[in-house]
Every structure is written in C-alpha cells, then in structure tokens.
C-alpha cells in the first residue's frame, strides 16, 4: 500500500487546513489508519487514529475537540481536519496505516507502511 499525504502548508495561528491521506496499490479497509507528526528535534508522535470501518476514532489530549479524523473506504482516503491550530502545532504530518489491533494504534512501530509527510507550519 502507497499513501500519498497533501494538504500542508503555511497557516496562521487559528487557522483550519485540511489534510487528506491517498492510498493506492492495495486494500484500504483492512487497515486502521493514524496520523502522526513530528516536530523538528522530536520524536514522532501519535495525533489520530480511525477504526477500520470508521466507527471508532481515538485523538491525543493536546488535539480533542480541535481535530477530527475521517476515511472514505470506498475513495481510499482518510482525513484531518484541523481547527485552532497554534504554534505548537508545527510539524511534518505524517498518515499511516496499521493491520494491528486497535489497541495498538497509537503506537507508531505497530504501523505497516506510512505516506512521505506533509509540513505544517503554524505562523504566530
């Protein structure tokens, strides 16, 4: 499975952009799908993730109620809609997918292949 991550950019503190997650070469559905970021000089962290079918999403504390995550199975994308965002923020993101448990999907060594990143900068 490729993923294809887009949707990055320059945003202003409060802003709202929209990151979108294309896989190719592959089943789509068989795989819980998470967004990650890392933040230069850190480790890449957990943001988002979304159950299989979609009915279950888990967000990191610092992101509930800002972020929401989405996938359509049947476009092969998943999403991350991002609101307020701040200046600690700044991150490449990066979209994932996992054959794991659900259990399982905030940790970024579960996950079996992962999109190039997309660079978010959040302007103060």
């Known amino acids: 499975v490729q993923l294809q991550a887009s949707g990055g950019g320059l945003v202003q503190t409060g802003g709202s952009p929209r990151l979108s997650c294309a896989a190719s070469g592959g089943s789509f559905r068989p795989y819980n799908m998470g967004w990650f970021r890392q933040a230069p000089g850190k480790e890449r962290t957990f943001v988002a993730a979304?159950?299989?079918?979609?009915?279950?999403?888990i967000y990191q504390d610092s992101v509930k109620g800002r972020f929401t995550i989405s996938r359509d199975n049947a476009k092969k994308t998943v999403t991350l809609q991002m609101n307020t965002l701040g200046p600690e923020d700044t991150a490449v993101y990066y979209c994932?997918?996992?054959?794991?448990?659900?259990?399982?999907?905030?940790?970024?060594?579960?996950?079996?292949?992962w999109g190039q990143g997309t660079q978010v900068t959040v302007s103060s």
């Open positions: 994932a997918a996992t054959s794991g448990v659900w259990s399982s999907v905030t940790f970024p060594h579960m996950y079996n292949y």
């Open positions: 979304i159950a299989r079918g979609g009915s279950g999403q």
